[in-house]
């Protein structure tokens, strides 16, 4: 049996943190939810998560941070970032061969659940 993949979304913004829940439960993923990157690190979400969905202005543990982190630990999973503030997006790569890894608020929900799962496909397919 397929078990759901698994996405951690780590937000300081509640509001958006259930309406991403809802979004991707909807879809049958499993969502494990973090008001703050120390939240989620100090949990055992990495070990758990296929996928991440981090806000990048956080304050002490910062999205690019955790990317990083999340990176070191898990480099097979793929990260994908989320910013209201559009200067903090600038200079960053927004697309790879996996589609566009950073998304600025307002986004398109279909067009997020479309990236995520072209990279957890190839990810399952070992091109992650």
Same mark, same amino acid.
């Given at each position: 049996?397929? =078990?759901?993949? /698994?996405?951690?979304?780590?937000?300081?913004?509640?509001?958006?943190?259930? @309406?991403?829940?809802?979004? %991707?439960? @909807?879809?049958?993923?499993?969502? %494990? /939810?973090?008001?703050? #990157?120390? =939240?989620?690190?100090? @949990?055992? #979400?990495?070990?758990?998560?296929?996928?991440? $969905? /981090?806000? $990048?202005?956080?304050?002490?543990?910062?999205?690019?941070?955790?990317?990083?982190?999340?990176?070191?630990?898990?480099?097979?999973?793929?990260?994908?970032? $989320?910013? #209201?503030?559009?200067? %903090?997006?600038?200079?960053?790569?927004?697309?790879?061969?996996? !589609?566009?890894? $950073?998304?600025?608020?307002?986004?398109?929900?279909?067009?997020? %659940? /479309?990236?995520?799962?072209?990279?957890?496909?190839?990810?399952?397919? !070992?091109? #992650?």
């Amino acid at each position: 049996m397929n =078990h759901p993949k /698994t996405v951690a979304i780590v937000d300081d913004d509640m509001r958006l943190l259930e @309406s991403l829940r809802e979004l %991707l439960e @909807s879809v049958g993923y499993e969502v %494990l /939810t973090y008001p703050s #990157g120390r =939240h989620l690190v100090r @949990s055992d #979400g990495v070990a758990r998560m296929d996928c991440l $969905i /981090t806000d $990048i202005g956080m304050p002490r543990l910062d999205g690019f941070a955790l990317e990083r982190l999340v990176g070191e630990r898990r480099p097979e999973v793929p990260v994908f970032l $989320i910013t #209201g503030r559009h200067e %903090l997006a600038e200079g960053r790569v927004v697309g790879d061969g996996m !589609g566009h890894r $950073i998304f600025r608020k307002p986004f398109d929900g279909q067009a997020l %659940l /479309t990236a995520i799962d072209k990279a957890l496909n190839n990810a399952e397919r !070992g091109n #992650g």
